[in-house]
């Protein structure tokens, strides 16, 4: 084992594992691994290994659109296969506000550079003749989309990695990271090693891992669980008459995921009441871990499978996998500088951590070798969490990311679980007043006031909310009147030093006002 | 034809087992359960009989505690009628297992009761040849085949020396092994019927039996850790460490 390298990666995960493989990409040859006991032995192991193209947020597209594109060329490169099934993925809509959802979404998928096609139902049966879709509103398609044997994903990046001079060092538990003069000291059961940068992609340990660090790391898994059955005769037909796999379904409004596999068929539901799970984080001796199934949890998401595949409940249950992904409160990764720590990395929460994965790696190896990432990172920022984030709150907050995974994502949505948490001295005389309140950062903001008999309760659209009245009016009172806002979202930040002024200058439309001007 | 099968709830066989640190046990906090396989195997014949008409009623049954019931449903999602479960916590012993399925069996009166050979817990193979034994009534262990005749069965048994077949009279206990049959596996709207179907809820000491340990159980260990192996270069010198280090030949 070596006792100096530039960077020590934590976690051999396949989130970890990309991270290295993409600072060994990029020419820091002298990069290592360590991990507590086998490469994908947390959670990478039970993930059903899909590869969703769609997601709300441009900057976890953008990550998932890269790593779709890298796994389709990483045979090549390795000469190791990693069951990459281009299959494409079909994302149903039974009502109108879903499509809406889509058509949305397909605006920030052009932005991103993602494929995606609107399908009518007929069009739907014709690639899924086992889909009921007389109910259906539409659906899209991404063609490029899939899924892939995480596993071997996994081994194809450290081959990817070791090839070109980095490091794996496995059954090697990390007991402490220390600060020194010029970087890091990785403590490890098998001797110490000197870095300057260390990355955390330690997955279900990432809230132990930050501890060592003095960073509490807002990450706890929930349980998520998948059903695999026997082969279906219908299917084993199509494949003996070599018809293509009819690719990844999603029933959005049912909430689950359904694909092929060996002759039969997985069901992945994201249901209400999946607890989180590892909260004190796993024992140490944990490894290739699943908890008890709950298929009673699932009873009306797989009424629903069933309901659009009837096929589904033709035949046997094999394996229930019930395993534990690591969430966030908004669901998204975090990914980017720890805050107030120089050179300490964090890419932890990963909810879909094989899609995710190639993207984050990417980025990491971009922001710590050239000083700045190349995307713009800023929905997946280490800082949009701070210290409101408690044990208690990130297990609401968490399990209703789970359960959200599927749920209509608005532009306006406030989601309830956990408030409120922090509110100013004016609170309830806003409430009082009408207010209809939003959370940032942890602290309730009135969102709009509910005026003229209008209920005070939110009204999440992709059209003109009810709130467009009452914020027109508010608008118009602020400008013509006066306007008293308690609290901003807006961070404010202090530039000082040499060059301030022109720098300012230079970024704001208008020209600084002179020093001490008053007002 | 009744049969009755006893079904067991052990830590899955995919779970590497982990002794916990006191010496006191081993870990079953959050660990996967499911049932015994061979005990799969015994409800899988039994509902191959009553499919093929020879039989009349499958019922399930299970000792231990509440969560026992799970394993109960999954026969019962496989073809069992009914289940019954008897509501004992802790380790049960084969003796008193037996004796609780002695209990079962004078109000039940089956013709046929079956098992798993053994459970992969805590392997005693034992608890079909007790009831055997109390009962009075003939046994065939470790069946891999087995052939319902009037008032008879003809077994197939995997021994040592490789198969002996037997006929026993009805009523007889049968032990299952693995090479049985291969158990199917439960739809889901088979899985959601279970749900529906009658079980009783018995409690030990409502059947008078005494469940109290007979057997003091002194400390629970890992097994020794293996060593590393290592690579030799050549023939020779692997007889040569065989002869000198391992002292085999």
């Keep these: ?519 | 034809m009744k049969i009755l099968v006893a079904v067991k709830r052990v830590i899955d066989y995919n779970v590497q087992v982990r002794v916990k640190d006191d010496g006191t046990g081993v870990v079953t906090d959050n660990v996967k359960m499911s049932t015994n396989p061979p005990d799969d195997n015994a409800i899988e014949e039994a509902v191959k009989i009553k499919e093929s008409g020879k039989a009349k009623e499958v019922v399930a049954i299970t000792i231990g505690d509440d969560k026992a019931q799970e394993t109960v449903r999954k026969a019962l999602a496989v073809g069992a009628d009914r289940g019954i479960h008897v509501k004992v916590d802790g380790i049960v012993e084969p003796l008193a297992v037996s004796k609780i399925l002695k209990k079962i069996v004078e109000k039940e009166n089956p013709d046929l009761v079956f098992m798993g050979k053994q459970a992969i817990d805590d392997d005693c193979n034992q608890t079909g040849q007790m009831l055997a034994a109390i009962l009075n009534w003939p046994q065939a262990t470790f069946a891999s085949k087995i052939e319902v005749k009037e008032k008879s069965l003809e077994v197939t048994r995997e021994i040592d020396e490789g198969l002996e077949t037997i006929e026993v009279n009805i009523p007889a206990i049968v032990t299952c092994d693995l090479r049985l049959n291969e158990p199917r596996y439960a739809s889901l709207p088979n899985i959601m019927k279970a749900k529906k179907k009658p079980l009783e809820q018995l409690n030990a000491s409502d059947l008078g039996v005494d469940t109290k340990a007979r057997i003091e159980q002194i400390k629970v260990e890992e097994p020794p850790k293996r060593k590393a192996g290592i690579k030799v270069a050549s023939v020779s010198e692997l007889v040569q460490k065989l002869k000198n280090e391992a002292k085999v030949i």
């Design chain 1, 1 to 519: 084992m070596k006792s100096k390298s530039k960077v020590v990666v934590v976690g051999g995960g396949v989130v970890g594992v990309s991270a290295l493989y993409h600072l060994a990409k990029k020419g820091w040859s002298d990069v290592v691994l360590v991990e507590r006991k086998e490469l994908t032995s947390g959670s990478t192991w039970h993930a059903a290994g899909l590869l969703p193209l769609f997601n709300m947020s441009y900057s976890v597209g953008q990550l998932h659109k890269y790593a779709v594109n890298l796994y389709g060329k990483l045979e090549e490169e390795t000469g190791k296969n990693v069951g990459f099934s281009r299959v494409s993925n079909i994302r149903l809509a039974n009502n109108k506000d879903r499509m809406d959802e889509y058509f949305q979404y397909a605006g920030v998928a052009q932005t991103i550079g993602v494929d995606v096609k609107f399908l009518t139902p007929d069009q739907v049966k014709e690639i899924w003749p086992l889909c009921n879709t007389s109910d259906l509103v539409g659906a899209i398609q991404h063609p490029e989309d899939g899924y892939i044997q995480p596993a071997d994903l996994t081994q194809a990046l450290a081959t990817g990695a070791r090839n070109r001079g980095a490091e794996i060092y496995r059954n090697t538990t990390v007991v402490g990271i220390k600060q020194t003069k010029n970087g890091w000291v990785v403590e490890t059961d098998k001797g110490s090693i000197e870095c300057e940068h260390v990355i955390s992609c330690s997955g279900n340990f990432a809230r132990q891992t930050g501890k060592m660090v003095g960073l509490d790391i807002p990450v706890i898994p929930v349980e998520h669980q998948y059903i695999v059955t026997e082969p279906h005769p219908e299917i084993q037909k199509r494949k003996k008459e070599g018809l293509p796999e009819m690719g990844v379904l999603r029933d959005s409004d049912s909430r689950w995921y359904m694909r092929e596999e060996a002759g039969g068929l997985i069901l992945g539901p994201y249901e209400d009441g999946a607890p989180a799970c590892y909260v004190n984080g796993p024992s140490k001796e944990s490894e290739y871990e699943l908890f008890q199934e709950d298929l009673d949890r699932l009873a009306p998401h797989i009424e629903g499978a069933i309901h659009r595949v009837p096929a589904f409940g033709e035949v046997g249950v094999k394996k229930v996998y019930n395993g534990a992904i690591c969430y966030t409160p908004d669901g998204n990764p975090i990914v980017g500088p720890a805050w107030g720590l120089k050179n300490f990395w964090i890419n932890e929460g990963h909810s879909f951590g094989i899609t995710a994965a190639g993207g984050a790696g990417w980025q990491l190896a971009e922001w710590i070798i050239d000083g700045e990432p190349t995307i713009d990172m800023l929905g997946v920022e280490p800082r949009r969490y701070g210290d409101y984030c408690s044990k208690s709150y990130l297990i609401k907050k968490n399990e209703e990311a789970y359960s959200h995974v599927f749920i209509n994502h608005f532009p306006d949505e406030e989601r309830p679980a956990a408030r409120p948490l922090r509110t100013a001295p004016c609170y309830d005389r806003m409430k009082n007043l009408g207010a209809v309140f939003g959370q940032k950062f942890g602290w309730e903001r009135p969102n709009f006031f509910a005026t003229d008999g209008m209920e005070q309760k939110d009204d999440w659209s992709f059209r003109r909310s009810k709130w467009f009245s009452a914020i027109e009016k508010e608008c118009k009172n602020v400008r013509e009147n006066v306007g008293l806002l308690d609290m901003t979202a807006f961070a404010k930040c202090r530039i000082k030093g040499l060059g301030a002024e022109a720098f300012l200058d230079k970024l704001v439309a208008n020209k600084l006002p002179k020093k001490n001007w008053k007002n």
